[in-house]
């Protein structure tokens, strides 16, 4: 068990935890909660399952230090977790959830994104560390102020998603918890909760209902006033602009910053690419100043350059299966391509002597490793509940800096490689306790620094005669990961929306001496007490602890609700097995209409089953029993920008004979046995993505092919598809198509053979295939679309619009023979509705299509009679997430 030393020092202090968080927030949870702790998710993470029973998934893996302070990591995370337990899925709901389950509560229509994640926030921050004391997370709150930019709680409610800063119900959610805290009393925030959980507060007004209508009945005012008011707590005064410190013209979101010499190099972590800087490159001051050297991952997080500039080291992780993994890419600089050397498992690699340097883990603590030219490891720094490594700097072949979290406080610390020691640089005051970014460049250490909860500010100290220069002033956008270029000093700017390049120009500052202090770190020590027991997954076999009574959906009956059913939800406690039942009557048939749906992780790659039995309503109803097998392989190719897919299917249905509902009464159990069906088919694609913040400007090519064979019929057949688009122009391109052999091709993506398909020609042609009495083995179709948007982050009451997009595109196909084309219009928005608490922001994009089928000759018979209602297509669509 590699995780046992985790698990049994959290099985230590976990009821104890339990009960004085339960006794802050006035709130228990019923039962026990099953907690699963993994150490194969490589990324710093953890989730509460709040359905269909509490239960608590913490990832044993490191923190980056540079997140945030935790006094220590692994506990504040269990608080975390466990408050969104006590907040939403607390035993003050009474009956309801007793009955039919979590689900049941009032709190996940009335509580909103920035309330469920603030209160965990707030709680994991009761020690004086976490987020809701991080002056980094204050200073982003604080930029937005600065530029007239702060969050309605509407947009803090999980529909704020712009990179780089998007998710902002975190940050947001956790300091107004905190102030409310505060300023009301604990007393007060719980029962602020207690209200939530109990009462259904609804107006169409949204600043009136839910949790703004449960919070004027606790606290006796409007939550937009006390909103206001926590705006006014943060702001600031004295803080100076900066827009003459921007290098140039790109908003970009910066990850990283190295230098060589008088060119800065910084990783842009929109479209994922290095980008180096160089001023008066060619001269004179322009745009040419600024150059893309080439792609990278976009995950890309850290770069170090060589000594002889001419190699870069990039860390980003990369996704295979359901796990993620760390992997640093080396890139000759000169050649603009990947050389042959790569590193697994590590995050702020560093050339050092004749290998390199990086801080891995041990489980959840981190550790700072050596890899030689041999690719032999050696711990530098070991593992410690107390300690965490972040920002390790290459001072000579001897000496390394880092930053050193030691029970949440930072500090700034020498290694020498050589007698294995570690000194703490002590300034005898707080001015390191947030320190962040450390980088040794110009023979100087540069970092950032917040010693007064303002600006993060910029630092140096000059090792030669322990001296610490503080620059002082607050500038807008911080001063972040700063490096020298010649004897120029260049930073990140964090601004509300965008990072910007910045270069430093300023002064004053203050100087202050500081000493070493020697400091041990051991290893930690554990001894196995606890004894183990066997796992019972059948003990968690729970159909009814979440059951939900529904109006059961059909989607081909004239009135889309048929009767009533029950939907039930049964999970492992790690949720790498989950099942979805549905028993439901359907009334006008008389039919039991079932579903089971099974989502299984056990095998990496995810594994899908269902089987179905409902009635298809048409000019003849019949019931039909289907199911399928299917899995999802994503092939790595240690690039977020390039992946493969390959997704097999087995597939299979059953059908009773057709029945003519205007004289054909009896039960659908009646309906005697008539045919089948069972197909196979393999959905093969490559994709190459380069996402950018921009909506529809995108990097894209996508490859798919998707053959299909029926057995009971014999027959084959084989669909394609590509899309082609590009970030420097909105244009998106397609081509696709269908060839069946011996059979018909799915001209309207229906087969009788084949069933469905996802490939099919446009809707527009559809009406003159049918007139025309078409029919061919294939067909090939395509567009050309030019797209636009308009950005608008505004609501009106509960609906928040997003932005609002346009396309007109040029359509067209060919099918027996002939050529058709059209003309398009589609207008739509992108609008979300937050109605049930955290992931359940329902999402849709609304949309009209108009399509006008074009002539293919200039026959004046042909042209007479133009345009006929079947040459005109009038569409509307939803495309909806939850």
Do not use: C
Not at 44 to 71: G, H, K, R, V
Not at 688 to 700: A, E, H, I, N, S
Request: charged share 20%; proline share 3%; aromatic share 18%.
């Amino acid at each position: 068990m590699e995780s046992r030393r985790t698990a049994e020092n959290l099985a230590k202090v976990a009821d104890d935890i339990y009960y004085k968080y339960s006794k802050i927030l006035n709130s228990t949870v019923a039962g026990k909660i099953p907690i699963t702790i993994t150490p194969d998710v490589n990324l710093f993470n953890s989730m509460a399952m709040t359905i269909p029973y509490p239960s608590l998934i913490l990832y044993d893996t490191n923190l980056d230090e540079n997140f945030t302070s935790y006094s220590n990591n692994f506990e504040s995370v269990f608080i975390h977790e466990l408050t969104h337990l006590l907040s939403m899925t607390s035993e003050n709901t009474g009956l309801s959830t007793k009955i039919f389950g979590t689900w049941a509560s009032f709190v996940h229509i009335n509580a909103m994104p920035f309330m469920i994640e603030g209160s965990p926030v707030s709680m994991e921050s009761l020690t004086g560390f976490g987020r809701a004391n991080d002056p980094l997370v204050r200073q982003r709150l604080r930029q937005d102020i600065f530029e007239g930019n702060f969050r309605t709680p509407i947009q803090a409610s999980y529909l704020w998603t712009k990179s780089p800063y998007g998710n902002v119900y975190y940050e947001y959610g956790g300091l107004f918890s905190k102030y409310l805290q505060e300023r009301f009393g604990m007393e007060k925030y719980a029962e602020f909760w207690n209200r939530m959980q109990t009462s259904l507060s609804f107006s169409f007004l949204i600043y009136n209902s839910g949790v703004y209508g449960a919070f004027k009945k606790v606290y006796g005012m409007k939550f937009t006033e006390v909103w206001s008011d926590f705006q006014n707590s943060l702001a600031l005064e004295n803080v100076n602009p900066s827009e003459n410190l921007i290098v140039n013209d790109k908003e970009t979101f910066i990850n990283d910053i190295y230098s060589y010499e008088d060119t800065v190099y910084y990783i842009n972590g929109d479209i994922g690419a290095l980008y180096s800087y160089k001023e008066k490159r060619n001269n004179q001051n322009n745009k040419k100043d600024l150059k893309l050297e080439f792609l990278i991952d976009r995950s890309s997080e850290s770069l170090d350059i060589s000594k002889d500039g001419s190699k870069a080291l990039i860390v980003s992780y990369m996704f295979n299966g359901g796990l993620y993994k760390y992997i640093v890419k080396e890139y000759d600089l000169n050649k603009k391509t990947r050389t042959r050397r790569k590193w697994f498992d590590m995050q702020y690699a560093r050339y050092f002597r004749n290998g390199i340097i990086g801080i891995s883990k041990d489980l959840h603590n981190s550790i700072l490793i050596y890899i030689n030219e041999n690719n032999e490891k050696e711990i530098l720094l070991q593992a410690n509940d107390n300690f965490g490594y972040s920002s390790p700097t290459v001072i000579d072949d001897d000496n390394i800096a880092l930053i050193v979290t030691e029970n949440g406080v930072k500090h700034i610390a020498i290694f020498n490689y050589n007698n294995k020691s570690l000194r703490y640089i002590d300034t005898k005051d707080n001015t390191l306790n947030y320190v962040r970014y450390l980088r040794y460049s110009n023979n100087k250490l540069l970092f950032s620094y917040n010693n007064n909860d303002r600006y993060y500010k910029l630092g140096e100290i000059d090792l030669n005669n322990n001296q610490m220069k503080l620059y002082t002033k607050d500038y807008s956008g911080g001063v972040f990961s700063p490096v020298y270029a010649g004897n120029n000093i260049y930073y990140k700017g964090r601004f509300s929306e965008f990072d910007r390049l910045m270069k430093y120009s300023d002064n004053e500052s203050v100087t202050k001496n500081f000493n070493y202090t020697d400091k041990t770190i051991n290893k930690y020590e554990f001894t196995p007490q606890m004894e183990i027991g066997y796992y019972n997954s059948f003990k968690y076999f729970k159909p009814w602890a979440m059951w939900v009574p529904l109006p059961q959906m059909s989607d081909t009956f004239p009135f889309f609700i048929n009767g009533l059913g029950i939907l039930s939800a049964i999970s492992s406690p790690s949720s790498d097995n989950i099942a979805l039942i549905w028993l439901g009557y359907d009334i006008p048939s008389n039919f039991l209409q079932t579903e089971l749906t099974v989502t299984s992780y056990k095998m990496l790659y995810p594994f899908y089953f269902g089987l179905k039995s409902d009635v298809v309503y048409s000019d003849y109803n019949y019931w039909r029993l289907n199911t399928y097998i299917a899995m999802q392989f994503m092939l790595n190719t240690e690039s977020d920008k390039l992946y493969f897919m390959l997704e097999p299917t087995v597939s299979g249905a059953l059908f009773s004979e057709f029945v003519n509902p205007q004289t054909n009464t009896s039960s659908a159990f009646n309906w005697k046995y008539s045919s089948w069906t069972f197909n196979v088919s393999l959905k093969a694609s490559m994709i190459f993505r380069v996402q950018t913040d921009k909506p529809y400007r995108d990097d894209l090519v996508n490859i798919t092919v998707s053959p299909i064979y029926s057995i009971k019929y014999n027959k084959f057949a084989l669909d394609f598809s590509t899309k082609f688009q590009t970030r420097y122009v909105p244009i998106r391109a397609s081509f696709y198509g269908s060839y069946a052999f011996n059979t018909n091709a799915a001209f309207d993506g229906t087969s009788v053979v084949f069933g469905s398909r996802e490939i099919k020609a446009p809707e527009e042609f559809y009406a003159y295939v049918k007139n025309k009495k078409y029919n061919a083995n294939y067909f090939l179709g395509g567009d050309v679309e030019l797209l636009g948007y308009l950005s608008s982050h505004f609501n009106l009451s509960h609906i928040y619009f997003d932005n609002f997009f346009a396309s007109l595109s040029y359509r067209f196909a060919y099918y027996s023979k002939e050529y058709m084309h059209s003309a398009a219009l589609k207008v739509g928005v992108d609008a979300s509705i937050p109605i049930s608490g955290y992931q359940n922001i329902v999402t849709g994009e609304p949309y009209i299509l108009l399509a006008l089928r074009l002539p293919t000759t200039l026959d004046k018979n042909i042209i007479g009679n133009y345009p006929t209602l079947n040459d005109i297509y009038i569409g509307f669509g939803l495309q909806m997430s939850w």
